[in-house]
């Protein structure tokens, strides 16, 4: 069953590659992949400022954070949610490019800011694509969150550091998430709101997650601080998995 998903996963972005090459030509000998990666978490965790570190633009539909909410009251007073007290009902969504250069230095940008003029001032000789799938956390909108989840081919899990249930919704979300891709994929955590005083860090945690310390990061999503390692870290793992498999 698990080996027929990865015969289609990876079918499929075969497909996905070879469209990328048509409508970036330039990007022939260049293009190391093309992957789904989902970033998951619970409610408030910070996903969605996440994904705007990276595109300020790919916003899902986000609603008041509150279940009950009248909307009458909403109508006359538009303001009454501040965009930090809302909360993805859709799912967040962009398409990025992880690019090295010569000298093996990387960095991430929005594949549409992407040009030949820049691959070739920035001396760029691999680029790896990924569509960014943001999650929404809140359990009424689980089932688009399984859909949003569905087959990606790494995750980035995003632990709140503030969460009073941190432990119980750890597991839970990532029994979630390893339900929904359907597959054994990469999983790289990152701790957010690193700028906070006296929370939780990478360090705290390692232990109590058992998770590997080369796979859980700090971050501070609202300063877009730190964003970018888990991703790389999360590319490299799931090119070295593929590898693996080649070898097999
Ligand atoms: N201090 C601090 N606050 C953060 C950070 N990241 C996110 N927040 C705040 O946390 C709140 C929720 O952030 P979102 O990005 O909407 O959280 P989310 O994970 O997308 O939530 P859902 O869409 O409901 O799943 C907002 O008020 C953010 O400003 C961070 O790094 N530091
Ligand atoms: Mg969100």
């Given amino acids: 069953m698990s080996d027929d998903i990865e015969l289609e996963v990876r079918k499929l972005r075969i497909l996905t590659a070879n469209n990328v090459l048509n409508t970036y030509p330039y990007l022939k000998g260049k293009l190391r992949?093309?992957?789904?990666?989902?970033?998951?978490?619970?409610s408030g965790s910070g996903k969605t400022t996440m994904i705007r570190c990276f595109d300020p633009e790919a916003h899902?539909?986000?609603?008041?954070?509150?279940?009950?909410?009248?909307?009458?009251?909403?109508?006359?007073?538009?303001?009454?949610?501040?965009?930090?007290?809302?909360?993805?009902?859709?799912?967040?969504?962009?398409?990025?490019?992880?690019?090295?250069?010569?000298e093996n230095k990387s960095e991430i940008i929005k594949l549409n800011d992407l040009t030949e003029e820049y691959l070739s001032e920035k001396r760029i000789k691999w680029v790896t694509i990924f569509y960014l799938?943001?999650?929404?956390?809140?359990?009424?909108?689980k089932d688009i969150r399984a859909f949003a989840e569905r087959r990606s081919d790494g995750v980035i899990f995003i632990i709140d550091p503030i969460d009073p249930k941190l432990r119980e919704n750890f597991e839970e979300f990532r029994e979630?998430?390893?339900k929904n891709?359907?597959?054994?994929v990469p999983i790289?955590?990152?701790?957010?709101?690193?700028?906070l005083p006296n929370v939780h860090s990478s360090k705290d945690l390692t232990k109590e997650l058992a998770i590997k310390e080369k796979d859980i990061f700090?971050?501070?999503?609202?300063?877009?601080?730190?964003?970018?390692?888990?991703?790389?870290?999360?590319?490299?793992?799931?090119?070295?998995?593929?590898?693996?498999?080649?070898?097999?």
């Fill in 181 to 184: 891709v359907e597959r054994k």
């Fill in 33 to 42: 992949g093309v992957y789904k990666v989902c970033v998951t978490g619970i």
């Fill in 133 to 141: 799938f943001g999650t929404p956390g809140q359990w009424r909108f």
């Fill in 60 to 102: 899902g539909r986000e609603v008041p954070r509150y279940f009950y909410v009248d909307y009458e009251l909403l109508k006359d007073n538009p303001d009454l949610f501040p965009e930090s007290n809302t909360a993805t009902q859709t799912f967040d969504f962009t398409v990025v490019a992880l690019l090295l250069n010569e």
């Fill in 218 to 248: 700090d971050i501070s999503a609202l300063k877009c601080k730190g964003i970018a390692k888990p991703i790389i870290a999360l590319i490299k793992k799931m090119q070295e998995e593929e590898l693996g498999k080649k070898k097999d």
């Fill in 188 to 195: 790289i955590y990152a701790v957010n709101k690193q700028d």
């Fill in 176 to 178: 979630q998430v390893i």
